[in-house]
């Protein structure tokens, strides 16, 4: 900017160019469109490189059974859970508890998942971890058939402890065999994984939903009916998984 300067009387009078502000304006906007422009590009190719890369991890499980098969338990575990989810009120319903009781009832459910945190490491090291998977969701999917066929409040309390110890345990099972697969075989499949178990999520609110609005209710054959196809499914995909255990390395104490 220029500025004419003038001293009348030791006073300073300065007078700004009306132009010369025009143009520094304009120059201004031009610098600041610029920018958004670049930053625009910029979110734009981190967003296709993300998009690019969950497709890539995406068709490598849909492609292949080895990976397809762990990717599996994460959406059988959202899917069985969510079942029983749905079945809440109805539960509640039957055995006549109130709200307070009813979130009693679902801290045995976080405590059994909080259990197996100490104790879910010695049984893979124990037991082997493709098979600790297998146990563990075979273990959801019987459990969630519990809170549907009991009538006693205590019970209820001692099936959703038990059912939080197989989520528990199937939760640390199947993120560490997605871990060690992506180690074995050089691929990043994780996100892609836990993007089947918002799968699950989404299949059972579905399925939840359908039954409430046919039958007011969710059936118990409905249940059973989900557990059970569960259970072979993954039976079946064990064969792709249960080659794969932790690696086990020398460690040494600090």
């Known amino acids: 900017i220029y500025l004419q300067t003038s001293r009348t009387d030791d006073k300073i009078y300065c007078t700004i160019s009306s132009h010369r502000v025009s143009q520094l304006l304009s120059r201004v906007v031009s610098r600041c469109q610029t920018t958004l422009i670049h930053l625009s590009n910029s979110q734009l190719n981190l967003s296709l490189i993300f998009l690019n890369f969950s497709m890539k991890a995406l068709s490598l499980i849909l492609g292949t059974k080895g990976f397809f098969a762990p ?8 899917l069985a859970v969510g079942n029983w989810a749905v079945g809440i009120p109805q539960i509640k319903s039957k ?3 109130t ?3 009813l979130g009693i009832a679902i801290l045995c459910f976080g405590l059994g ?17 493709a098979r600790i998977c297998l146990v563990s969701v075979i273990g959801v999917c019987l459990g969630i058939i519990l809170p549907f066929i009991t009538s006693d409040y205590l019970m209820l ?4 402890f038990i059912l939080g110890n197989f989520t528990g345990l199937i939760d640390i099972g199947m993120n560490t065999l997605v871990s060690q697969l992506e180690q074995d075989y050089e691929v990043n499949i994780m996100s892609a994984s836990h993007g089947f178990f918002s799968l699950g999520g989404v299949v059972s609110g579905g399925l ?7 039958f007011k209710i969710v ?3 409905y249940v059973v009916g989900i557990s059970i196809l569960l259970i072979i499914l993954n039976l079946y995909f ?7 255990d932790v690696e086990k390395t020398e460690t040494k104490k600090f």
Request: aromatic share 24%; hydrophobic share 50%; with cysteine.
């Open 71 to 78: 990717a599996f338990l994460f959406l059988s575990l959202n």
């Open 95 to 97: 055995i006549g508890f």
């Open 99 to 101: 709200e307070s009781e």
């Open 113 to 129: 998942t909080f259990v197996m945190l100490f104790t879910a490491p010695k049984l893979v090291q124990k037991f082997g971890l």
């Open 157 to 160: 309390c001692f099936f959703l």
């Open 208 to 214: 939840g939903a359908l039954c409430l609005s046919q």
């Open 219 to 221: 059936p118990l054959w």
């Open 238 to 244: 064990y064969r792709y998984y249960r080659h794969i």
